[in-house]
């Protein structure tokens, strides 16, 4: 049984979740043909894509009946029912949960993300859920229970009671998750007539099948759960064996490129990256794996080249955003330990290895 993803998702609330419907969802324009949609208490953010052969929805959210909602606004805005595909960042629970609300089309991953979905929609993994949202929805009914009818914290903990009820409701079989139908190993490009699509694999990182998006005619890049700088940082180290030159050539191919991304969007929340930041941290990648190479070419231990290798000063703005100094330091400190040791593997994976 794999991590159970629900804390980014239900547990991060914030004054934003005061919506009375019982699906509370907002829409925000990127572009005239990108949206950006989230339901009140939660911080996965949905994409649909307007194309010429239909609308691209990028991840699943937590609940099939949040998704259901998600595509009758997507669907009213764009006025259009054509929907084309259902594309998954990667594997992670609060990324595909709802992928039932898609059914009629192509639900597209990484080829490594379909075994691990059915390992956690299996029998056990099923019970396992559901047992960990009956504890999460009971501590919520007792906190509700000791808050004041009509204060603003019941009604967010009304609201991610609400979306906990619907996420225990999509284990249900008629609202099961179902494993992605179409998946690539290295690379795949959907021609949606005015725009194109690129699907990257980005290599493990934060998880075993970790895809970018990349939208060239709106230079964009949608990039999952790999990058972020509030709250948390990047997930670049979360897996046993790391992919790392193919996460260093797959962001010097998108960031040197004929049309670099102008803006890049992640799966949570609602900050978007320029082109500059994410050079910014493509070189502290760079630097930080031929550093850990150097090390144990030249015989160095860890504490040695951990003592050697000082915080890169251009990462450290995160502290004006919230990050602590401790947290930043440990990151650092976590980034330098798992490259070193993933050099001794010498696990220059090849594109889709296991």
Same mark, same amino acid.
């Not at 929609?121 to 960990?132: I, S």
């Not at 996460?247 to 998108?254: A, F, R, W």
């Given at each position: ?15 934003w ?73 990667? +594997?992670?629970?609060d990324?595909y ?23 956690d ?10 047992a ?29 009671l ?90 010097? +191919? ?10 890049v969007l992640?799966?949570h929340? +609602? ?25 144990r070419? +030249? ?17 450290t ?25 993933q050099?001794?593997?010498?696990a ?7």
């Amino acid at each position: 049984m794999r991590p159970f993803i629900l804390t980014i998702s239900l547990l991060l609330m914030g004054p934003w979740a005061l919506g009375q419907d019982p699906i509370s969802l907002t829409l925000r324009p990127i572009s005239e043909c990108v949206i950006a949609l989230r339901e009140a208490g939660e911080t996965n953010t949905i994409y649909a894509i307007r194309t010429q052969k239909g609308i691209v929805v990028i991840d699943a959210g937590l609940s099939c009946e949040t998704m259901r909602e998600i595509r009758k606004r997507v669907a009213a805005h764009f006025k259009t029912e054509r929907f084309a595909y259902l594309i998954l960042t990667h +594997e992670h629970t609060d990324h595909y949960l709802g992928d039932r609300a898609f059914q009629d089309v192509p639900i597209i991953s990484h080829t490594n993300a379909p075994a691990l979905m059915r390992s956690d929609l299996n029998e056990a993994g099923v019970k396992g859920f559901q047992a960990r949202l009956h504890a999460f929805i009971a501590g919520q009914r007792a906190k509700l229970d000791a808050l004041p009818k009509d204060s603003p914290e019941s009604v967010r903990v009304r609201s991610s009671l609400a979306s906990g009820e619907r996420e225990l409701r999509g284990f249900s079989p008629e609202q099961l998750a179902i494993p992605a139908n179409l998946t690539f190993t290295d690379r795949l490009s959907l021609d949606m007539g005015d725009l194109t699509l690129n699907l990257i694999f980005f290599g493990r990182a934060q998880s075993q099948s970790d895809i970018f998006i990349h939208v060239p005619e709106e230079r964009m890049l949608f990039t999952g759960d790999v990058f972020f700088d509030r709250v948390w940082l990047p997930f670049l180290t979360r897996e046993k064996v790391l992919d790392v030159p193919r996460g260093i050539q797959v962001l010097h +191919e998108l960031l040197d490129g004929d049309r670099p991304p102008h803006l890049v969007l992640p799966a949570h929340g +609602e900050d978007a990256w320029d082109r500059g930041k994410l050079a910014l941290w493509r070189d502290y990648i760079v630097k930080a794996w031929e550093g850990a190479k150097r090390a144990r070419q +030249e015989g160095l231990g860890l504490d040695a080249f951990l003592a050697g290798f000082p915080l890169d000063p251009s990462i450290t703005y995160v502290t004006r955003q919230g990050i602590s100094e401790q947290k930043l330091q440990d990151f650092h400190r976590t980034t330098l330990t798992r490259y070193w040791k993933q050099v001794e593997l010498g696990a220059e994976a090849l594109p889709g290895t296991r």
